[in-house]
Each structure stands twice: as structure tokens, then as C-alpha cells.
């Protein structure tokens, strides 16, 4: 790997973004971009995590948020866990031209097709929007005896192989990829990282609190509530400054020149109507605009990073580069 402001330009754009959208039949007057009164029904949301991650948060999250604002009625959260999102991935591309589908993807899900050499691409599917963005944390449990990053990367580098680290995402996602590149940027062949993949944040939270991994790497949105219960220790964040209501220390403050940050977003069934793609578009600009999804964002640390259509499609196309070049370099891909 090369300088830490080389990793930073390759994964500036991997931002956290996590939503859940809705199309389908009009219960009511008006269409129309992002404004309308028109409400949709019968969405199914496709997960590619079990239940309690940051996908499932952020999906169940949006879901609520379109039914409070009337934008939607009964919106479906579809848990589809396995292969790195891949399933549910391979779920949505079978659904052609049904624009009552989507699914909750981020980084995590770019990372999968590559590691799982999925046939079903994201190249296949009907972009939609990118709407959040959050740091990585690295937490411990409350009973660790590394007291601070520092004292947890000194143990890290006196022996790679038997400090076990957990993430919420399989090889390729952004609990994997993080971890490997602060290894890799404080001077530990990611090769020797002992990773234990778990099947989204719920399963990682599970593992943190159980002492079952020495530390995990999530996102910071899935671990606040243990935070601020005590349950786990906060010891460093991989944003740029520190995460909203988290007075957590980034990496950089603590000499690992590195800065990291996934992000979630939509995608839809391929071959859609115009008119079909143009609701899903029009549905996400409105929940984006909403005072419920405001809240979401504040509750929840995420950082509001709404992209949508053609825009979207060129980030998702340059997302797909930097991440194929960044497992590559790590033998993943």
C-alpha cells in the first residue's frame, strides 16, 4: 500500500449512506419530482444482512420515515442475509422491470460481488440514490484491557494473528476494508489481520459484548446506544473530525494517517419504466426532504450525503474502480 493521503484520495468518495424507497401504484393525486402528494404502496426492501445491522437500521429507518410522511403504505423490510449482499443482489436483478423492489446497499455490497465473485453486478441494476454517509469506529468491550487506541495498536503490532478484530460486513465491505487499511497504514501486513467476518452489526455488537474478538470496526451509527450505555468503549473514529455526540479521538489524532467513511444508498430492478425510475427518485427526494428523516440523521450520527439519478450512477460506477483496485491490492479480488 502507499501513503496514508494516497488511500485517502482512493476511498474519499466511499461515504455511508443507508435508505430504504418505495414505488409502486398512486393512492392519490399528483406524481411529480420530490414534492407531490402521491403515496406508494406495497414497496418491498431487500436486505442483504440479517436483522440489527447498519443496512436493516438504515432500511426500517426509511421505512417508518415514508409511512409517518404518508409517502408510502405498507413498506416491506426483507431480510435476505448471505454471501456478502450478494443474495439479495442476485434477488433484485431476477426482479426485471418490477419497480415495487429495491434494495438497501452501501460499500458493503460493492465489496461483496467482488469477494463472492457474484454473477448478479451492480452495473445490472437502476440506481436510484445515495443518502447517508458515517465514519468507522473501533470499539471495544467495556472490560478490554486496552484503555486506549494506542495501547490497543501496540498489542495489535506485537502480534497480528492473536488479536482476533470483528466487522459487521463479509471480506470486501467496509468493516473489512477498514481494518485492513489502518493495519496496513500503521505498519501491519493486512495479511497477518486475524478478520472475523459476522453477518451485519447486530451479530458484531453480539461478539464485542461476549469478548469473543479482541475489538470490532463498524459503524458508528450501530454502536451509539452501547456507547452510551457503557456497554462498549469508543477508542477511535476514521472520519476527518470526530463523529457528532461522540467525543472519540479520530485516527489521525492518534498518528495513523488514515481517513475512511462508508456510505448507503438504493438500488432498484433492472429494465424499469422511465416513469417507474422517476417515482423511486421522486420518493427518495421527498423522504430526504422530510423533518422525520432530519431527525433520523441527527439520532442516528449519520451524515446527510443525498445524490440521486445520473450522478449517482457515475459515483456508483467510480465506487466500483476504487474498491476492485483497493481489494486488489490486498489479493481479494
Not at 440506481?127 to 484503555?147: C, F, G, M, W
Not at 466487522?167 to 496496513?184: K, N, V, Y
Not at 444508498?265 to 423522504?287: F, H, N, R
Request: negative net charge; aromatic residues 6%; charged residues 20%.
Amino acid at each position: 500500500m502507499r501513503s496514508g493521503a494516497w488511500i485517502r484520495g482512493l476511498l474519499v468518495a466511499m461515504a455511508v449512506g443507508l435508505v430504504a424507497t418505495a414505488c409502486g401504484e398512486s393512492d392519490g393525486g399528483g406524481g411529480g419530482g420530490g414534492g407531490g402528494n402521491r403515496q406508494i404502496t406495497g414497496l418491498n426492501i431487500l436486505v442483504g444482512t440479517a436483522p440489527g445491522g447498519g443496512f436493516d437500521q438504515t432500511a426500517r429507518t426509511a421505512a417508518k420515515v415514508m409511512e409517518d410522511a404518508k409517502l408510502a403504505r405498507n413498506v416491506e423490510v426483507q431480510n435476505l442475509p448471505g454471501a456478502g449482499n450478494t443474495i439479495a443482489l442476485q434477488r433484485l436483478v431476477n426482479e426485471k422491470g418490477n419497480g415495487k423492489v429495491m434494495q438497501q446497499m452501501g460499500l458493503g455490497l460493492v465489496g461483496g460481488v467482488y469477494t463472492n465473485k457474484s454473477k448478479a453486478t451492480i452495473d445490472q441494476t437502476t440506481p436510484v440514490a445515495r443518502l447517508t454517509e458515517e465514519p468507522e469506529i473501533v470499539v471495544v468491550n467495556k472490560d478490554s484491557p486496552y484503555q486506549s487506541f494506542d495501547q490497543l495498536l501496540t498489542a495489535w503490532k506485537a502480534d497480528p494473528g492473536k488479536l482476533a478484530v470483528g466487522g459487521g460486513s463479509a471480506p470486501g465491505g467496509p468493516d473489512h476494508l477498514a481494518p485492513m487499511l489502518i493495519a496496513q497504514t500503521a505498519g501491519i501486513d493486512p495479511k497477518q489481520v486475524n478478520f472475523v467476518s459476522y453477518d451485519g452489526g447486530g451479530e458484531l455488537l453480539a461478539a464485542v459484548l461476549g469478548n469473543q474478538v479482541a475489538f470490532g470496526v463498524t459503524g458508528v451509527g450501530e454502536t451509539k446506544d452501547q456507547i452510551d450505555s457503557g456497554e462498549i468503549r469508543a477508542l477511535a473514529v476514521t472520519s476527518a473530525e470526530k463523529a457528532p455526540n461522540l467525543d472519540t479521538p479520530t485516527l489521525k489524532e492518534q498518528g495513523v494517517d488514515l481517513e475512511f467513511t462508508n456510505w448507503r444508498g438504493w438500488v432498484a430492478a433492472p429494465e424499469l419504466s422511465e416513469d417507474d425510475k422517476q417515482a423511486l427518485i421522486d420518493l427518495a427526494t421527498s423522504m430526504h426532504d422530510s423533518q422525520g428523516w432530519k431527525d433520523a440523521l441527527t439520532q442516528n450520527g449519520w451524515t446527510d450525503a443525498f445524490m440521486v439519478g445520473e450522478e449517482y450512477a457515475t459515483f456508483l460506477k467510480a465506487e466500483n474502480q476504487r474498491v476492485g483496485d483497493v481489494l486488489g491490492q490486498l489479493g481479494l479480488a
